[in-house]
């Protein structure tokens, strides 16, 4: 019997996206940008993000459902 792959429990890795230099994570599929990669604030990004995702259920931050539209208030408080 092969070992399944326990993905669920993993937590998203913080990597570079080559073309733009910038940092990013993928939270349910969906890519967040975290500003250039390898600096202070963009490890400080990552952490909120993730921590954020992690008390809301694995859910995607600032998301109220599937269906749900972002709000130009909720597009600029980001």
Known sequence: MMPTL???NRTPSYR???PSG???VTLNGRDFY????GTAASRQTYDRLV???LV????VP???GAGSR???SELIAS
Not at 34 to 37: A, E, I, N, V
Not at 56 to 59: E, H, P
């Open 56 to 59: 809301g259920g694995r859910a």
């Open 70 to 72: 972002l709000t130009l």
């Open 16 to 18: 570079l996206h080559r």
């Open 62 to 64: 600032g998301r109220k």
């Open 34 to 37: 975290l500003g250039k990669y």
């Open 6 to 8: 326990q993905v669920e």
């Open 51 to 53: 921590a954020e995702w």
């Open 22 to 24: 910038q940092a990013v």
